[in-house]
């Protein structure tokens, strides 16, 4: 009796704190569904390949159940402390994010005769290839060559898609504006660089959150129909160092918890495909090209994003195992089948004393009952 007036205080406290606990996380069957935030998506990139991207950054993006792309330049990998290795981008690479190419050195493409040009642009890709990444886009240096017709022509070359660095939206058609050169578009795809407006505003950290937030929303007024406008965001190093390009990982953790708390439904560049027919890119769905619905390229790792989301509230191992082992000291009979509330056994149950037995499936029956949103505020030991 004790532990349902403890659950029943529990859920009280949960709506007071945070409202419907579960409001902004996606199941797996509103996924199938194509039930999601058509107005609010972004994109989260990284470039250069920082290590403060691996130890600071990721254990953020984890927090909130989101994946970013990384954008590499191959012969800044390992190249001092500063830099991740080839173990760790693989590492993101196997845990769903996705691995893009930055060229080998990082050089200003507009500034270079085309067979360097098309070194950097192809043997960046192979770098990759030869780990086992196979990168789908191409992020231009510091924007050269963007608008250049041979860069972009040798980019094509390689790449399914590139981007720039120029601009808080991506517009998926032809940048709104039925331009006859669509076909470029999906070599230019518009990025906006958080750290480089950071730098050119002198933003405290209180500033930039409200331009972040500015930005993230400026998609509001396209996206009343359908996905028109995507911001893709992009970072560079993530720690408290105050140097140029860097954000403090109290703002980065800000920024995430307010795409999270807000419902925004985030992507990566692996997630967008270019339509022939219409020439317009789209959020793409491996399992219908056709699509226009926000399901990302691999639906199943999406829902398993959202779900791990979610499941950051669960408490440890450890905290189940002592909740079970009190019930195991007040009825030595009851054979544990799981650790899981939901999937104890109930019905092993010893003869000891029938009305003590019945008491017990009431208590564990009550718990099965509970949304698994609330039960982050009841497993307590």
Not at 294 to 305: E, G, T
Not at 322 to 346: A, F, M
């Amino acid at each position: 009796m004790q532990r349902i007036v403890g659950i029943f205080t529990s859920l009280f406290v949960a709506i007071a704190i945070g409202g419907n606990v579960s409001s902004n996380v996606y199941s797996s069957s509103e996924l199938s569904n194509g039930i999601v935030n058509q107005q609010k998506v972004v994109i989260l990139t990284f470039d250069d390949g920082y290590k403060s991207q691996y130890s600071n950054a990721k254990p953020i993006l984890d927090k909130y159940g989101f994946k970013a792309s990384f954008y590499i330049v191959c012969n800044y990998v390992g190249s001092g402390d500063n830099r991740m290795t080839w173990e760790e981008i693989k590492s993101l690479q196997q845990e769903g994010h996705d691995i893009a190419s930055h060229t080998m050195n990082h050089d200003d493409l507009s500034t270079l005769p085309p067979e360097k040009v098309e070194y950097e642009v192809s043997q960046s890709k192979q770098c990759l290839l030869d780990q086992g990444i196979k990168p789908k886009s191409f992020a231009y240096p510091f924007n050269g060559g963007s608008d250049d017709p041979a860069v972009i022509s040798a980019v094509a070359s390689h790449y399914e898609l590139a981007r720039t660095a120029t601009d808080p939206l991506a517009f998926l058609g032809c940048n709104g504006g039925g331009s006859s050169e669509c076909d470029t578009n999906k070599y230019t795809i518009m990025g906006w660089s958080h750290d480089s407006e950071k730098k050119s505003n002198t933003y405290n950290d209180q500033q930039m959150f409200e331009r972040f937030v500015d930005v993230v929303n400026s998609q509001n007024e396209y996206n009343t129909n359908g996905v028109n406008a995507i911001p893709i965001l992009i970072w560079h190093k993530i720690d408290n160092s105050n140097e140029e390009y860097s954000t403090s990982t109290n703002l980065f953790d800000a920024e995430l918890k307010y795409l999270h708390d807000n419902g925004f439904t985030v992507l990566t560049m692996a997630d967008l495909a270019y339509d022939d027919t219409s020439k317009y890119l789209k959020i793409s769905n491996k399992n219908n090209d056709n699509t226009q619905e926000y399901i990302p390229n691999n639906q199943n790792d999406f829902a398993a994003r959202m779900t791990d989301a979610e499941n950051e509230y669960e408490p440890p191992p450890n905290e189940e195992e002592e909740v079970d082992k009190e019930h195991l000291e007040e009825d030595n009979s009851v054979q544990k089948d799981s650790i899981d509330i939901g999937e104890r056994d109930k019905t092993d149950l010893s003869s000891k004393s029938q009305s003590d037995s019945n008491d017990k499936n009431e208590e564990e029956e009550s718990d099965s009952e509970i949304p698994s949103a609330i039960l982050q505020f009841i497993k307590e030991p």
